[in-house]
C-alpha cells in the first residue's frame, strides 16, 4: 500500500502549508494555530513514511491511522485560521482540498486493510 507518489505529495503538502503559514501574520492568536498545522502537516508524511517500516498488517494499519488523524487535524486547523483569516482564503483553500484528498485515500486504504483482514 505503500506509495512513492504519495510520499512525494505528503511531503509537498507539508512543505506548501510550512510556505504558505510564512505569508500569514504571526500574531498571538495565529502563530499558535500555524504551530499546530505546520506539527500536523509534517506529521502526516513522516507518519505516512514511516507506513514502509511497518512490522506486520496491524502495524501498518495503526501507523495508516496516525495519518488518519494528523490529516484531518490539517483541515481543522486550516478551517480555524481561514475563520481567522478571511482574506487569505484564496491562499488556503487549495491547502483544505489538498488535506481531504490525501483524507480520502488515506481512509480508502484502512477500509480496504480492513475489509481483507474479514
Do not use: W
Request: net charge positive; proline share 2%.
Amino acid at each position: 500500500m505503500y506509495t512513492t507518489s504519495l510520499l512525494q505529495r505528503t511531503f509537498q503538502f507539508a512543505v506548501a502549508v510550512a510556505k504558505a503559514m510564512q505569508l500569514l501574520q504571526h500574531d498571538i492568536i495565529n502563530k499558535v494555530f500555524i504551530h499546530q498545522l505546520v506539527k500536523a502537516s509534517s506529521s502526516v508524511g513522516a507518519n505516512y513514511r514511516a507506513t514502509q517500516r511497518a512490522k506486520s498488517t496491524n502495524d501498518f494499519l495503526n501507523k495508516l491511522k496516525i495519518v488518519e488523524e494528523e490529516a484531518d487535524k490539517c483541515i481543522f486547523f486550516l478551517d480555524l485560521i481561514q475563520e481567522l483569516n478571511p482574506a487569505h482564503a484564496s491562499l488556503l483553500q487549495p491547502l483544505k482540498q489538498e488535506a481531504t484528498e490525501i483524507l480520502k485515500m488515506i481512509v480508502t486504504a484502512i477500509n480496504k486493510i480492513r475489509q481483507q483482514k474479514k
